[in-house]
């Protein structure tokens, strides 16, 4: 079983920059591709970016391609969430979530993941 623990959230202006971080607790983190979610008030949850378990290769959903970066530090057990030219419509919980054992990087179906963390507030103001 694995832990997450989402942190870096807060309120910024648009046009600023964020960077979340996503701290894993458990073992195999290095083999575990791992992902990133948004929850917007009233709305569904919505896929962001994954990254495989070496951080070779990711994906992105087409609302934040350009603008957001998903990285990862596997000698500290965490994931990062690079966001920068936040707009409004990007305020929301974000949450990062591990995806399941023999699932593809490009699944953006929460169903695929699992072990989400907290969640931590992004508001962006215009």
């Known amino acids: 079983q694995v832990q997450l623990a989402e942190s870096g959230g807060g309120l910024v202006q648009a046009g600023a920059s964020l960077r979340l971080s996503c701290e894993a607790s458990?073992?195999?983190?290095?083999?575990?591709?791992m992902g990133w979610f948004r929850q917007a008030p009233g709305k569904e949850l919505n896929f962001i970016a994954s990254?495989?378990?070496?951080?070779?290769?990711?994906y992105y959903a087409d609302s934040v391609k350009g603008r957001f970066t998903i990285s990862r530090d596997n000698d500290k057990n965490t994931v990062y969430l690079q966001m920068n030219d936040l707009k409004p419509e990007d305020t929301a919980v974000y949450y990062c979530?591990?995806?399941?054992?023999?699932?593809?990087?490009?699944?953006?179906?929460?169903?695929?993941?699992?072990?989400r963390g907290q969640g931590t507030q992004v508001t962006v103001s215009s």
């Open positions: 979530a591990r995806l399941r054992a023999g699932q593809s990087l490009y699944s953006t179906d929460f169903d695929f993941y699992d072990s």
């Open positions: 458990g073992r195999n983190f290095r083999g575990t591709a």
């Open positions: 990254i495989s378990g070496s951080g070779g290769n990711s």
